[in-house]
């Protein structure tokens, strides 16, 4: 589910109170403000975030549990949502990674927001430098939207990120790149094996006396006035997001 609720006014740029989601049948709720008056793409919660936060969040996409205990990085973080979600689920250190210096502070009032600080923390980094300064290799790699431009390096930067028996989920908009084509899957392929995860009949309102069905949610989702302008401008959508399962064998 997803729902707006009063902001505690202790910023000075203009925002939007923070959106909540319910994960695992509304059990857990995750809080993320967004800036909205930043230029950076990432200051915002896109749709293939929103997509990946619902699956991991139903038991026919991953068992309770699944993530406990684990590792994870979220690359190409923004608001730090996915992250978030998946700390909120059970890991027990996730590291929070972007290039735009700006959506640090962001991060890392989410993670307060959230209550996580304790296991979650924000870092500055480029996937295109040596990955090795986040720590050791990670149990789960998450990235949504991070081939939107293409992706240049990526690929490497997720084989070595990720532990050998861990897996990567990459969710995305296509936008000109063909998945088995482009440089950067090309890349991925040969480290990784991939599983598609279809959406058909996800929902996005995980309580159980209000179930969502996907295109609903959508519509709304973007009846808020600054994402129906997204919306119209044909910047999201639900219907053509792909979601990949990237296993990294056990060597």
């Given at each position: 589910m997803i729902k707006t609720t009063n902001a505690p006014n202790n910023r000075q740029?203009?925002?939007?109170?923070?959106?909540?989601?319910?994960?695992?049948?509304?059990?857990?709720?995750?809080?993320?403000s967004e800036d909205y008056k930043q230029d950076t793409l990432g200051s915002t919660i896109w749709s293939s975030a929103?997509?990946?936060?619902?699956?991991?969040?139903q038991l026919d996409y991953f068992p309770y549990g699944s993530f406990k205990g684990k590792r994870v990085l979220d690359l190409?973080?923004?608001?730090?949502?996915?992250?978030?979600?998946?700390?909120?689920?059970?890991a027990k250190e996730v590291?929070?990674?972007?290039?735009?210096?700006?959506l640090i502070q962001v991060m890392r009032e989410n993670i307060e927001l959230n209550g996580v600080s304790d296991r979650v923390r924000a870092v500055l980094f480029d996937w295109t430098l040596d990955p090795?300064?986040?720590?050791?290799?990670?149990?789960?790699?998450?990235?949504?939207?991070c081939i939107y431009y293409g992706g240049d390096g990526?690929?490497?930067?997720?084989?070595?990120?990720?532990?050998?028996?861990?897996?990567?989920?990459?969710?995305?908009?296509?936008?000109?790149?063909?998945?088995g084509e482009c440089d950067c899957s090309l890349e991925?392929?040969?480290?990784?094996?991939?599983?598609?995860?279809?959406?058909d009949?996800?929902?996005?309102?995980?309580?159980?006396?209000?179930?969502?069905?996907?295109?609903?949610?959508?519509?709304?989702?973007?009846?808020?006035?600054?994402n129906l302008r997204y919306r119209k401008e044909g910047h999201m959508t639900f219907d053509r997001i792909k979601v990949l399962k990237l296993v990294k064998d056990i060597d």
């Open positions: 740029r203009p925002i939007r109170p923070p959106t909540e989601i319910a994960l695992v049948s509304g059990q857990t709720i995750i809080k993320i929103i997509i990946l936060c619902c699956m991991i969040s190409g973080s923004g608001t730090g949502v996915m992250g978030l979600a998946l700390a909120l689920l059970g590291v929070l990674a972007d290039n735009e210096s700006s090795q300064v986040l720590g050791s290799p990670f149990d789960i790699v998450v990235a949504c939207d990526l690929g490497s930067c997720l084989a070595q990120c990720c532990n050998a028996g861990g897996y990567v989920l990459l969710a995305y908009e296509p936008r000109g790149q063909v998945w991925m392929m040969k480290t990784f094996q991939v599983r598609s995860l279809e959406i009949g996800l929902t996005c309102n995980t309580r159980p006396d209000d179930p969502c069905p996907i295109n609903s949610f959508w519509h709304k989702w973007t009846s808020h006035p600054v």
